[in-house]
């Protein structure tokens, strides 16, 4: 075997290439399935990691526990029989349970300042207990929401708590309506009990009809489809449980708690502290009943007195905040991008281009992003490119690759994402003439996708490319329009063999040229073996050098159907051709979309407006 050929074990031909911070790497990607906790698998992942480093866990609150899943965890990474290899380390990143995490902190931080701010301004026009009694609702009905939720089989996820951070104003109206008319009541004489009763009956349907108009004002929102759907449906079922449990807390809750509180109050002594606070209320008293309250009704008895005036300036105010829309003097963004903490860049080279070159231009776009200071890590994966929704591989392929950028919590960074997307495209201005498309996103809430997209479709190819190429034209000619592209890729050029007539008449057959031409270039699996505990393939090729000449290609030889060795040029025709690598259709009709993204500052509504 040694006289007529090399052999070699080796792995097989895969064109991907991995790194993490300029380092050759692979990745592991951990994913959710079905009702699991994102945030715990991250935290045990986070805990693992720390395991494998050798740093000693931090604990944290109920975490303490011994036999915690994170501390199993732990115990699994530090106790591993299988230490890294000599130079090697292991590193998280693009940890995308950190919105949910971050979500969640938001809530709690709102909830909190929420019910204070409440609470300091009910004390500016309420009783002191009635203030308090409403602050207490407020995370009262906040903790039954999430009971309700619970039964509803409602999880905490990004949508949820986004809607319950929209309704945390609501949830006080209705506490504020029943606890202002209690406390009336109980001023102007009925004992405290009775005035809990009644003055809860005398605004219950009052406060039933304004819970209700909120929860319906909502519903529409779950006729909606698509993503849009998905990111808005969850708002009406969470806005109708906190709302629901809000009236529940005001209706049948709060009345007793401030009834008891009057109740005793009436029989408390008078302290200092009780002396001060009724000094305080006196003087609020004054400032709102006296002076506020008079100068409201002054100004409410012009405007009914003048109410042909008032009708008119209110029309007047309707026309013109129509006319600042329609007029464009007041844009309009559909969903305006936010700050995020992973940036994704995708590199597409021309069809055909090596893997060798696509990864000489993912190098310089790795020595821009980590040349800014907001970048925590830089991921690359050359030849390769993912869905980030699913995680699943798009495409394969080695003029494509995918870079994920991670930046410092947005609490250790000044610049947004957006602004350090901008400052890397400005270090690789004149860096990347060779790549036909770059493409940044960030990880985000809300549907994805180019911030213009147009399709144009039709019967005529040529019109359609000669469209394609006057938009295209067009687009470049706006201020902050970056990325232009479309989605008409050709193939990368290829060697058609036609099997010669005369030929086939000798026996040659298109399936069997075929399968000796992909032995000459790809192999022949001559036999398979087990070893190491896998089945290795026995492949026989020709050398690297005549499989990656296409003069050695075509002027290669095939074994006829007797045997004899007979050159390709006599028995096939060889012409190079080029074809489209993808065919889309729209309604049975050829459809061509052209994208592109748009800089900070410039919205992408009034360009398509434009055109």
């Known amino acids: 075997m040694d006289d007529i050929a090399q052999v070699a074990e080796s792995f097989v031909d895969e064109q991907v290439i991995t790194r993490f911070n300029g380092q050759a790497a692979t990745a592991l990607t951990v994913f959710k399935v079905g009702d699991q906790d994102i945030v715990n698998m991250a935290r045990m992942v986070r805990a693992y990691v720390d395991g494998r480093q050798g740093k000693p866990l931090v604990w944290r609150g109920l975490e303490r526990l011994r036999g915690s899943d994170r501390h199993r965890a732990w115990e699994l990474g530090s106790s591993s029989p299988r230490p890294l290899p000599p130079g090697a380390r292991i590193a998280p990143t693009t940890d995308l349970a950190r919105f949910v995490e971050g979500r969640l902190g938001l809530l709690l931080r709102n909830a909190s300042y929420g019910a204070v701010l409440v609470f300091f301004a009910l004390l500016l026009v309420l009783n002191w207990r009635a203030a308090t009694w409403v602050g207490m609702g407020l995370l009262t009905a906040l903790m039954g929401t999430l009971v309700l939720m619970s039964f509803a089989d409602i999880t905490l996820n990004l949508l949820t708590m986004f809607g319950l951070i929209v309704v945390l104003g609501l949830l006080v109206d209705d506490a504020i309506v029943v606890s202002e008319n209690i406390q009336t009541r109980y001023d102007q004489g009925e004992p405290p009990l009775t005035a809990a009763v009644q003055g809860t009956e005398q605004v219950f349907w009052p406060v039933v009809a304004t819970v209700l108009t909120s929860i319906v004002a909502f519903v529409p929102l779950t006729f909606i ?143 821009a992003a980590q040349a800014q200071p907001e970048t925590k890590s830089v991921a690359s994966v050359i030849g390769q490119r993912s869905n980030i929704d699913t995680g699943l591989a798009d495409a394969f392929a080695p003029h494509v690759a995918q870079m ?126 087990a070893a190491e505990q896998e089945d290795i393939d026995v492949r026989v090729r020709l050398d690297e050098q005549p499989r990656r000449s296409v003069f050695a290609i075509q002027n290669c030889w095939v074994i006829s159907p007797d045997g004899q060795p007979v050159p390709l040029s006599e028995i096939a025709t060889i012409s190079e051709s080029e074809t489209y690598a993808t065919i889309r259709r729209i309604n049975r009709k050829r459809a061509v979309t052209v994208t592109a993204d748009t800089a900070p500052g410039t919205n992408p509504e009034t360009i398509v407006a434009t055109l």
């Open 225 to 367: 489809r698509g993503h849009i759907g998905d990111l808005l449906g969850a708002l009406p079922l969470v806005v109708a449980c906190a709302l629901s449990m809000s009236l529940i807390e005001a209706l049948l809750i709060l009345p007793s708690h401030m009834g008891h509180s009057l109740a005793k109050r009436d029989r408390s002594h008078p302290t200092r502290f009780i002396g001060m606070i009724r000094r305080a209320e006196r003087w609020r008293d004054h400032i709102v009943l006296d002076r506020l309250v008079p100068l409201y009704g002054r100004a409410l008895t012009v405007a009914l007195r003048f109410r042909y005036i008032s009708v008119a300036v209110a029309l007047g105010i309707l026309i013109v905040s129509v006319g600042l829309v329609k007029g464009g003097r007041l844009e309009f963004t559909f969903f305006p991008d936010t700050d995020s903490e992973t940036i994704i860049i995708d590199i597409r080279m021309p069809i055909g281009t090596p893997i060798e070159r696509t990864n000489l231009a993912v190098a310089r776009i790795e020595q």
């Open 404 to 529: 994920f950028v991670e930046l410092k919590y947005v609490e250790q960074r000044d610049r947004e994402s957006s602004q350090v997307i901008a400052s890397i495209r400005e270090a690789l201005k004149g860096k990347l003439d060779e790549v036909e498309r770059i493409g940044f996103s960030e990880i985000a809430g809300g549907p994805g996708g180019q911030d213009i997209s147009i399709r144009v479709s039709g019967e005529d190819v040529a019109q359609i490319d000669a469209a394609v190429a006057e938009l295209k034209q067009m687009l470049g000619g706006f201020d902050g329009v970056y990325d232009i592209a479309d989605n008409n890729d050709l193939g990368q050029l290829e060697l058609q063999i036609n099997v010669n007539p005369d030929a086939q008449a000798q026996g040659f057959s298109t399936s069997e040229v075929a399968r000796q031409v992909r032995g000459f270039l790809y192999g022949i699996d001559a036999h398979v073996f």
